[in-house]
């Protein structure tokens, strides 16, 4: 967890805090719905997209691209095509702020079942199976680059 | 309502229009009910006055895989403001698929004035109708449930044993790569931890989403019972079971043969897959039908 990306880092903290289904679900709206923020910009790619940037077993339809930075750092877009997965919406942006620019090592150290801090653990064996691979498909970009 | 009335359902009055649902928002005879497999789905936009019945958290034991007991079902519908009288009509994402399955379990209890909305959260939001994210709350209503009835429309796996050594009706509602063993999830789903592919000797192939329209609503009687009793030779007079890999999807079709078509005598295998494919020396079918 200490080799986390500080922002994924506090983040996770802020959500140990969360006592309630209510509370856990308004802030993970909240995010959803910055999603545009994260979302893939028409200079990176346009639909169809390549397959290759689809996230293997999430059934929202969600893709992930990582950009070089300068620096040699990581930029993260993603894109949801499915209108209602706001879960997959709410863990891009997530993940888009925590990873963006971070050091390849601390994103390529994530660990799938940090999905769970933020959700809760009663979510579908499905959905999570979805998120947690957006999660590592963005630790995997990560690792190709340190080869 | 009309539209409904007319397209030969053996029970349309189960089903309830979009155009019906917004002219009784505030009738204090029915309880809206969301049912979704995203968990922030109602959270982030519900039809005014509808409560959440969460899948996970309301309709199974915690601990136990099986569907809560009368207790616990009985303090859901207190806290919904639910009673014996209430008309609750479901609705959800993914055409109703999660809405029929809360449907399922709440006739386990007996509650059977219960509706579905047509088209579900997908037709009400294509239709630009009112979504809120007030939650509201209802004064707890008394509300007293019978034992769960675990004969009538739910089947075990012994059960379906001997239903397939009779040669008894059988329906998957998975997908084509489910049914043949090539997948043992939806594609798009995680390939979990099932250690058999295939499917139930004698079963039908007709995923659960042929029963319903682009729009999410339900096709019509006719096109229905060209699927089920045309294509493959269905008897509605006979017993027949549905099964999908949890028992969700194939509550979907467990109501449009029980309602829409009248077959009369369905069970929902809600062991499903997941316990078939699992199970040692049950027998297996691989391929097509």
């Not at chain 1, 959803?32 to 940037?53: G, K, L, S």
């Not at chain 1, 990582?66 to 930029?75: E, F, S, Y």
């Not at chain 2, 309301?58 to 009985?74: C, I, K, S, T």
Request: with cysteine; charged share 25%; net charge negative.
């Amino acid at each position: 967890m200490t080799d986390y990306p500080p922002r994924l880092q506090t983040a996770l903290e802020d959500f140990s805090f969360i006592t309630t289904r209510a509370e856990r679900q308004e802030y993970l709206i909240q995010l959803a719905d910055r999603f545009a923020e994260v979302r893939v910009p028409a200079h990176i790619a346009t639909r169809p997209y390549d397959e290759q940037h689809r996230v293997p077993a999430c059934e929202s339809e969600a893709f992930v691209w990582a950009v070089p930075n300068p620096d040699g750092t990581l930029h993260y877009y993603f894109d949801v095509l499915n209108p209602q997965g706001l879960s997959a919406m709410a863990m891009s942006v997530i993940l888009g702020e925590a990873c963006n620019g971070a050091p390849l090592a601390q994103v390529a150290a994530l660990n799938a079942d940090l999905v769970f801090g933020f959700f809760g653990k009663d979510i579908s064996m499905g959905k999570g199976q979805g998120l947690m691979s957006i999660v590592t498909l963005v630790a995997y970009e990560a690792r190709q680059r340190l080869k | 309502m009309s539209d409904i009335t007319a397209r030969g359902y053996t029970h349309p009055e189960v089903l309830v229009s979009t155009e019906w649902l917004a002219a009784h928002l505030t009738d204090p005879n029915i309880r809206i009910v969301e049912s979704n497999e995203d968990p922030l789905l109602y959270a982030a936009g519900h039809i005014p006055g509808a409560v959440e019945v969460d899948w996970t958290r309301d309709l199974n034991d915690q601990v136990v895989r099986d569907y809560v007991g009368r207790e616990a079902f009985e303090a859901l519908a207190q806290r919904s403001g639910i009673t014996r009288d209430t008309t609750v009509i479901f609705y959800g994402d993914k055409n109703n698929w999660w809405a029929t399955y809360a449907f399922w379990v709440f006739q386990l209890f007996g509650h059977t004035s219960a509706r579905i909305l047509d088209g579900g959260r997908k037709k009400w939001e294509a239709e630009g109708r009112p979504l809120t994210r007030d939650r509201v709350t209802y004064p707890a209503s008394s509300y007293t449930a019978p034992e769960r009835d675990d004969v009538t429309i739910r089947a075990f796996k012994e059960y379906v044993l001997q239903h397939v050594k009779h040669g008894g009706q059988l329906v998957d509602v998975r997908s084509p790569a489910e049914f043949t063993g090539e997948k043992t999830h939806m594609p798009e789903y995680p390939q979990e931890g099932v250690l058999r592919g295939g499917h139930i000797p004698g079963a039908k192939s007709v995923p659960w989403a042929r029963a319903v329209n682009e729009d999410g609503s339900f096709k019509d009687a006719a096109a229905l019972q060209a699927i089920y009793q045309g294509e493959k030779q269905l008897d509605p007079e006979q017993e027949t079971i549905a099964y999908c890999r949890i028992g969700e999807r194939s509550s979907h079709t467990w109501f449009v043969l029980t309602y829409l078509l009248g077959f009369k005598n369905v069970r929902n295998y809600d062991g499903s897959w997941t316990e078939w494919g699992n199970s040692v020396g049950v027998p297996i079918a691989k391929g097509a039908e």
